[in-house]
C-alpha cells in the first residue's frame, strides 16, 4: 500500500467576459480496486448550480452552469490516493468488446499499419505479452517531444512524424492494439512530480486490466492515480464546456502528487 | 355516390394549392444552402384492405418489439453479442451506437417510441421492409394534413367508403409522450424553422397540445429541465420529443458547436430526470448493416418466426455473402451503411467497367461498410400527372408508436418516385406522397 497527496488546479482565462457558461468536468480520481481515493476539497469557481454524475465509463464528473459574468474559470481539487499495486483491476467481460474497435482519434493508416507489419510475428505471444512487445517497438520508434501535437492531433498523424507527447503514446499504442483486436483502454491520470496530467493505457489480460504507460515504456507501478479512462482521449476530457463570449482562451494546469510519508 | 378516379384527380391542383397555403413544403440543402420545397401531393389514395393491414400490423408490432429489446439490450448485457447472435463490430463501429447512452435506462425501458418502417409490395403481392428508421422518422404529419384537406375539399370521395380515420396520430403520438412523461410538460423540441420538417414539427405540436420549442425556450437547473415561458417564469418538462440529432442534442455532451441544443439536457437524461423521445442511441438499431441481423433478433428475443421479410440482404463482411456479392454483382444493389435519404445507392448493373472495378476496391477495402440487397421489384402505383394515369415506384412508411403496448397507426406515408426509371422515393430526392387508405371492414 502507497499514500499519495494529490493536486489538481487548474484555471481558464478568457480574454473578454463569458456568461451562461455550462461544464463538465472529468478531473477527479475515483476508488476502484486499486485505488482508494478521499477527498479534502473540490472548488469550482465560479458555479451557480453544480452536481455530480458517472459517466458511462464509470468515470466521476461534475457538471453544472456558471450563469454570472466572468472572466476566468477555476478547478481546485486536493486529496489522498492509496494505492496497491497487486490488487487486480477486474473487468467487466459484457463491456469490453467496446474498446477492440478504432474511434477517429485511434485509428490506424498507413504509417502505423506499416510498423505493425515489420514487427516480428507474436503469434506464441499472449493479448498482454504482444501488447507490452508492441510498446517497447513503439518506445524505440517515436520520441517524447512536447509542443509537436495538440489535443486533437490523431494516432496515425502523431506516428507519422514519430514525435508528440503522453497522449500521443497512449493513442498510438491504442492503435496498436486495436489492429490486433486486443481490448485496451486510454488512462488520463496523474504521476509523481509536478506538471501537468499524464496519459496511459490499460490492456485487457484475461479478466484483468492491466496498465501500462507507453510513454516510459513500463508497466504502471503504484505511483500512478488513474482519474479516468475510456476509448481515447476525448472519453477522458477533462473540460468540456460552452458559453457566450470569451475571445482567446488560455488554460493553465498545475498537478502535484507527491509520496505522503 | 362515390367519385370515378378521373373525377377525383381533377380535384388534384386544388387540394395541392392548399397544402402549399398551408406551408406543407420539405426544406432540402443542396450546395449548402436551403431550398424550400412543396411536397407534391397525388390524389389517387393507396389502398391497403382490412386483412393485409391486419397482417402488416401483426409484423410491425413484432419488429419493433424486438428493435426496442435489441436497444435495451446492446446498452445493458448485451446478450445478443455474447451469444454469437449479432456481430460486435456491427454495434460498435456503427455511427448510430452512442457509448454515453450505456448504462442509461429510459424511462418505461421504451428507446423506440417512433418508428417509420418502410415497407414495399413486391410484385407477387408479398412485402418487404427495406429499412428501419428509429431515428427521428418524419412524414407522418403529410398524410393526416393531406387527409383532412381532402375530406373538406372532395367529401364525395369518402362517401360509401369503410376507411380507418387516421386523425388518432395525435392522440397516439400524445399516449406515447404522456407514458414515460417524468413529471412536467411535454414539449416538441424543433432546430427552428429552417429545418426540412418544420411544417410538421409545428403541426403537430399544434395537435398533440405539447409546446413547440426551440433550445432558446429550455433550460437545465438543478438536475431538472425547465420550460421558460415569455414572462420569465419556469415550468418543469418531463417529455421531450426532440426533432434534433443526437449529435446536436446536447453541445456540453456532444457536438459542441450545436446551436440548436440543450447543454446538460443529456445528463439528465441519463439520471431518469426527463425522458427522451425517441431515445438517443437509436441510430444503433436502424443501421443499414443492423437492418441483416432483424430476423434474428425476433427469433433471439421473441423466440417467434419473423412475420415480415427483409429484402434477401448479404454482407460482405462475411466472406460466403462476399463471393455471392462478386458473382452476382449486376444483379444486386449495393448500400453503404453511412448513407442515407437514398443517397450511397448503387445498383451494380448501372456502373461501367472502372466504376465497377473500383467499387469492388473498396469494399474490399472496407467490407463493413456496404451491404447488398437483391433488387426488388416493387409493384408499380398509379399516379395523376399531366392529365393521365401513370404507374411509378413507391413504398410505405408504416408509423408505430409505443407507450404501454405497440401500436400501428392505421394509415402512413405512400411516397412515389416523379421519375419513371427510378426507384428511389425519398422525398429529399424530390418524390412526391399519397394518402393511405386503410380499409375498416
Redesign the interface.
Known sequence: MTTLRFSYHMRLNFELPVREH???LRCFPSSDDRQRISYERVEIYPVH?R?E?R???GNMCI?G?ARQIHDHFTVDVEGTAETDINAKLRAE???T??F???TALTKAGESIREFHLSLDPMNWMTEYERAVYMMNELYEEFTYTPGVTGIMTTAEEAFSMRHGVCQDYAHIFLALCRLERIPCRYVAGMIPGEGATHAWAEVLDGEAWRPVDPTHNRVCDDTYIKISCG?DAQ?CAIN???FYGGGKQTQEVRVIVKRKR | MALTAEELCSYSDNVNEQLARYGVKFGIYKNGEFHEQLFPFDVIPRVISHDEFAYLERGLKQRVSALNEFLRDIYS??RI??DGVVA??FV??GSGYL??????SPPGGIYSHISGIDLVQGRDGSWYVLEDNLRIPSGASYPLIARELCRRTIPDAFTGRALEDNSNYAELLRRTMDHVNTGGHPVILTPGRFNAAYFEHSYLAEQTGARLVTCDDLV????RLYFTDYSGRKEQVGAVYRRISDEYLD???FC?ESLIGV??IF?IY??GNVAIINAPGNGAADDKGIYYFVPKMIRYYLHEEPILHNAPTYLPYYEQDMSYVLANFDRLVLKDVAEAGGYGVVFGSKLSHEQKEEFIRMMKAEPRRFIAQEVIDFQDIDIYEDGVRVPRKADLRAFVLMSDEAAVWKCGLTRFSRNPDSFIVNSSQGGGFKDTWVMSE
Open positions: 455550462h461544464f463538465k448550480f452536481t454524475e459517466d458511462s465509463f457538471y452552469t467481460p459484457h463491456k468488446g467496446l477492440k474497435y478504432d476509448r472519453d468540456q464546456g460552452v | 448485457r448485451r453479442i455474447a460486435e463490430e460498435y463501429s457509448v454515453p447512452c450505456d448504462g442509461v437545465v437547473e438543478n438536475d453541445p456540453v455532451n459542441s447543454p446538460h445528463d441519463r439520471k
